[in-house]
């Protein structure tokens, strides 16, 4: 029997490996100790994600793992999916109108 392996498209795999770009920077950053640390957090499946980090080819990081980075720790979502922009959301800040 042969087993074929799934191959995820080259857009998926840029997105596996943005993903571990931003749990690498969040380490840099002291925001995070490592890896384990989002997984306890979120409830993640922490050697899935490192099966992903390790063959981005034919795994790849779920969806919801990527709106934690987003909701949780401030990555951009624009960022994230397509590499534009900043890694991390700007902070706006609202003018107050004078009256």
């Keep these: 029997?042969?087993?074929l392996?799934?191959?995820?498209?080259?857009?998926?795999?840029?997105i596996t490996n943005r993903f571990?770009?931003?749990i690498d920077e969040l380490k840099r950053q002291k925001v995070?100790?490592?890896?384990?640390?989002?997984?306890?957090?979120f409830n993640a499946n922490r050697?899935?994600?490192?099966?992903?980090?390790e063959k981005p080819a034919t795994n790849q990081v779920k969806p919801e793992y990527l709106t934690y980075?987003?909701?949780g720790y401030g990555v951009s979502a624009d960022w994230l999916l397509t590499g534009r922009g900043e890694m991390f959301k700007r902070v706006s800040t609202k003018k107050s109108k004078s009256l």
């Design 1 to 3: 029997m042969i087993t």
């Design 5 to 14: 392996m799934k191959r995820i498209s080259d857009t998926g795999i840029e």
């Design 20 to 22: 571990f770009e931003a």
């Design 32 to 41: 995070i100790r490592g890896l384990q640390t989002f997984t306890t957090r």
């Design 47 to 53: 050697s899935g994600l490192i099966v992903a980090k």
């Design 69 to 71: 980075l987003v909701e």
